[in-house]
């Protein structure tokens, strides 16, 4: 079983930034994803950003450009560091550790960006 613990997220103002971070424990393969989704008020689950153990890396387009996404691998810890925030941004944010076909979500952060 593998559990995530996240922490960061919090309320800003637009043009602020936070950092988020994820750190997965249990039984971890050597080869795995994590990444970041978020869910808004009355939308549905998105990804934000995601980076595999080798450095693939991918963003939303709504992202590129003000959100970067890092890992420690030796940690199992996935970070988020999301700048020039908008009210857009606004969500729920979960940490999800993909493995072996299989997921695995946190309980996710609330992120409010006040404009």
């Known amino acids: 079983q593998v559990r995530l613990v996240e922490s960061g997220g919090g309320l800003v103002q637009a043009g602020g930034s936070l950092r988020l971070s994820c750190t997965a424990t249990?039984?971890?393969?050597?080869?795995?994803?994590m990444g970041w989704y978020r869910q808004g008020p009355g939308k549905s689950r998105e990804l934000v950003a995601s980076h595999t153990t080798v450095g693939t890396i991918t963003y939303a387009d709504s992202v590129k450009g003000r959100f970067t996404i890092s890992r420690d691998n030796a940690e199992n810890t996935v970070y988020l560091q999301m700048t020039s925030l908008k009210p857009e941004d606004t969500a729920v944010y979960y940490c999800?550790?993909?493995?072996?076909?299989?997921?695995?979500w946190g309980q996710g952060t609330q992120v409010t960006v006040s404009s």
């Open positions: 999800k550790f993909g493995q072996r076909g299989l997921d695995h």
């Open positions: 249990g039984s971890i393969r050597s080869i795995n994803t």
